[in-house]
Nanobody, 119 residues
Framework: QVQLVESGGGLVQPGGSLRLSCAASGSFFSINDMGWYRQAPGKERELVATITRGGVTNYADSVKGRCTISRDNVKNRVYLQMNSLKPEDTAVYYC?????????????WGQGTQVTVSS
Protein backbone atom coordinates (compact mmCIF):
# COMPACT_ATOMS: atom_id res chain seq x y z
CA GLN A 1 0.00 0.00 0.00
CA VAL A 2 1.00 3.57 -0.71
CA GLN A 3 0.01 6.57 1.37
CA LEU A 4 0.33 10.22 0.44
CA VAL A 5 -0.06 12.70 3.27
CA GLU A 6 -0.28 16.42 2.64
CA SER A 7 0.46 19.20 5.12
CA GLY A 8 0.95 22.94 5.16
CA GLY A 9 -2.47 24.24 4.24
CA GLY A 10 -4.26 26.94 6.17
CA LEU A 11 -5.72 30.42 6.14
CA VAL A 12 -3.63 33.18 4.60
CA GLN A 13 -4.29 36.74 3.57
CA PRO A 14 -4.19 37.80 -0.08
CA GLY A 15 -0.59 38.35 -1.13
CA GLY A 16 0.67 35.87 1.43
CA SER A 17 2.58 32.63 1.02
CA LEU A 18 2.19 28.98 1.94
CA ARG A 19 4.35 25.93 1.46
CA LEU A 20 2.59 22.60 0.98
CA SER A 21 4.35 19.31 1.59
CA CYS A 22 3.42 15.77 0.64
CA ALA A 23 5.12 12.65 1.94
CA ALA A 24 4.82 9.26 0.27
CA SER A 25 5.15 6.15 2.39
CA GLY A 26 4.41 2.45 2.21
CA SER A 27 5.64 -0.41 0.09
CA PHE A 28 6.78 0.63 -3.38
CA PHE A 29 9.79 0.49 -5.68
CA SER A 30 9.84 3.89 -7.34
CA ILE A 31 7.94 7.12 -7.83
CA ASN A 32 7.72 8.71 -11.25
CA ASP A 33 5.77 11.94 -11.77
CA MET A 34 4.46 13.81 -8.73
CA GLY A 35 2.11 16.73 -8.71
CA TRP A 36 -0.38 19.01 -7.06
CA TYR A 37 -4.00 19.43 -8.05
CA ARG A 38 -6.74 21.52 -6.51
CA GLN A 39 -10.51 21.55 -6.31
CA ALA A 40 -12.54 24.61 -5.42
CA PRO A 41 -16.16 24.34 -4.26
CA GLY A 42 -18.45 23.62 -7.20
CA LYS A 43 -15.55 23.15 -9.61
CA GLU A 44 -13.70 20.21 -11.08
CA ARG A 45 -10.29 19.16 -9.87
CA GLU A 46 -7.57 20.93 -11.86
CA LEU A 47 -3.84 20.62 -12.30
CA VAL A 48 -1.64 23.07 -10.43
CA ALA A 49 1.85 21.73 -11.12
CA THR A 50 3.71 18.52 -11.86
CA ILE A 51 7.32 17.44 -11.66
CA THR A 52 9.08 14.44 -13.15
CA ARG A 53 11.58 12.34 -11.27
CA GLY A 54 14.29 14.19 -13.17
CA GLY A 55 12.96 17.58 -12.13
CA VAL A 56 11.13 18.74 -15.25
CA THR A 57 8.22 20.92 -14.16
CA ASN A 58 4.89 21.94 -15.61
CA TYR A 59 2.53 24.62 -14.28
CA ALA A 60 -1.02 25.73 -14.87
CA ASP A 61 -1.13 29.17 -16.45
CA SER A 62 -3.02 30.48 -13.44
CA VAL A 63 -0.09 29.84 -11.09
CA LYS A 64 2.93 30.41 -13.33
CA GLY A 65 5.35 32.84 -11.73
CA ARG A 66 3.69 32.48 -8.34
CA CYS A 67 4.21 28.81 -7.49
CA THR A 68 7.23 26.54 -7.46
CA ILE A 69 7.07 22.76 -7.30
CA SER A 70 10.04 20.76 -6.06
CA ARG A 71 10.74 17.26 -4.81
CA ASP A 72 13.15 15.22 -2.74
CA ASN A 73 13.59 11.78 -4.30
CA VAL A 74 15.45 10.45 -1.27
CA LYS A 75 12.70 11.45 1.18
CA ASN A 76 9.89 10.71 -1.31
CA ARG A 77 8.44 14.15 -0.82
CA VAL A 78 7.02 16.82 -3.08
CA TYR A 79 6.55 20.48 -2.19
CA LEU A 80 4.58 23.41 -3.51
CA GLN A 81 5.71 26.91 -2.62
CA MET A 82 2.88 29.34 -3.27
CA ASN A 83 3.47 33.09 -3.25
CA SER A 84 1.30 36.12 -3.98
CA LEU A 85 -1.76 34.09 -3.13
CA LYS A 86 -5.14 35.25 -4.40
CA PRO A 87 -8.68 34.52 -3.17
CA GLU A 88 -9.20 32.41 -6.30
CA ASP A 89 -6.46 30.08 -5.09
CA THR A 90 -8.81 28.93 -2.34
CA ALA A 91 -9.33 25.19 -2.75
CA VAL A 92 -8.51 21.78 -1.40
CA TYR A 93 -5.05 20.87 -2.66
CA TYR A 94 -4.29 17.24 -3.45
CA CYS A 95 -0.97 15.52 -3.88
CA UNK A 96 -0.65 12.97 -6.69
CA UNK A 97 2.06 10.46 -7.47
CA UNK A 98 2.64 7.77 -10.06
CA UNK A 99 4.07 4.87 -8.11
CA UNK A 100 5.57 1.52 -9.04
CA UNK A 101 4.39 -1.28 -6.78
CA UNK A 102 4.81 -5.03 -7.38
CA UNK A 103 5.60 -4.44 -11.05
CA UNK A 104 2.63 -2.17 -11.74
CA UNK A 105 2.40 1.60 -12.07
CA UNK A 106 -0.55 3.26 -10.37
CA UNK A 107 -1.81 6.75 -9.57
CA UNK A 108 -2.21 7.59 -5.92
CA TRP A 109 -3.83 10.58 -4.20
CA GLY A 110 -3.60 12.17 -0.80
CA GLN A 111 -6.58 13.18 1.30
CA GLY A 112 -6.11 16.85 0.53
CA THR A 113 -5.24 19.97 2.51
CA GLN A 114 -7.41 23.08 2.61
CA VAL A 115 -5.96 26.39 1.46
CA THR A 116 -8.08 29.47 2.14
CA VAL A 117 -7.01 32.90 0.93
CA SER A 118 -9.07 35.59 2.59
CA SER A 119 -8.73 38.86 4.41
Amino acid sequence: QVQLVESGGGLVQPGGSLRLSCAASGSFFSINDMGWYRQAPGKERELVATITRGGVTNYADSVKGRCTISRDNVKNRVYLQMNSLKPEDTAVYYCNARVLTRGMWGDYWGQGTQVTVSS
